[in-house]
């Protein structure tokens, strides 16, 4: 389904939303549970595109919900996999997750599969062409959304709709996450695009119940 602006979010991807980025440069952000990977390409060959010219795979977090797909889509793609560099070591499966998230592989694996880890990935840099890259721990410690013109790609740090934060338990530092909320909504916003949930247009009425969760 084509957003805005080019973006299209990635129909039919099970767990974590997957965003299409198509203009200057073309790259996938998170792909959903293990097996998705042909539910994805199905959606890309029906708007036209190969997945070979695929530039990039940008993940937002660790979670199985976002990184399940990324090796099979590398794969395909034969493109990179880039993250924060904090968040790489979980990614690749060499830190451990902290609390009940470690769990989670496991938990999906009889509907889903099993999680097969990247075996290389790139750090990002600030930039990524004309998106801007702003590390927001919180949810994870090297989380990161994407930023352009008004829209806002949050991965984990806000959920659509009624736009509000992810569940408490499923938070690594409360307080970092407080502050990274401030340094996105002080953005201009136009549109908000989660992780979970429906890509939502800005609205002053859930960015002053965020001012007050900020304060």
Not at 83 to 108: D, F, M, N, Q
Not at 110 to 123: I, M
Not at 176 to 197: D, F, M, N
Request: glycine share 10%.
């Amino acid at each position: 389904m084509l957003v805005t602006d080019g973006i299209h979010m990635v129909e039919g991807v099970k767990g974590a939303n997957a965003y299409l980025v198509t203009g200057s440069q073309l790259f996938l952000i998170d792909t959903g549970l293990p097996g998705q990977e042909y539910r994805i390409c199905h959606y890309l060959n029906n708007i036209g595109i190969e997945p070979t010219v695929l530039e990039g795979i940008i993940l937002t977090h660790y979670d199985v919900d976002h990184v399940g797909s990324a090796l099979k889509m590398q794969q395909i793609a034969k493109c990179p996999i880039y993250a924060h560099s904090i968040e790489i070591p979980y990614i690749l499966g060499r830190v451990k997750r902290p609390g009940i998230k470690r769990w989670l592989p496991t938990a999906t694996r009889p509907f889903y599969g099993k999680l097969n880890s990247p075996t290389e990935l790139y750090s990002l840099s600030r930039e990524l062409g004309d998106w801007e890259i702003i590390h927001t721990p919180g949810h994870t410690p090297g989380h990161i959304i994407l930023y352009r013109n008004g829209i806002a790609i949050v991965g984990d740090l806000f959920q659509g709709g009624e736009i509000r934060l992810a569940p408490t338990y499923f938070t690594w530092d409360k307080d970092k996450l407080r502050a990274s909320v401030q340094k996105v909504i002080e953005r201009p916003l136009r549109w908000i695009l989660p992780g979970h949930g429906p890509a939502t247009p800005a609205s002053s009425h859930w960015l002053d119940k965020l001012l007050t969760f900020c304060s």
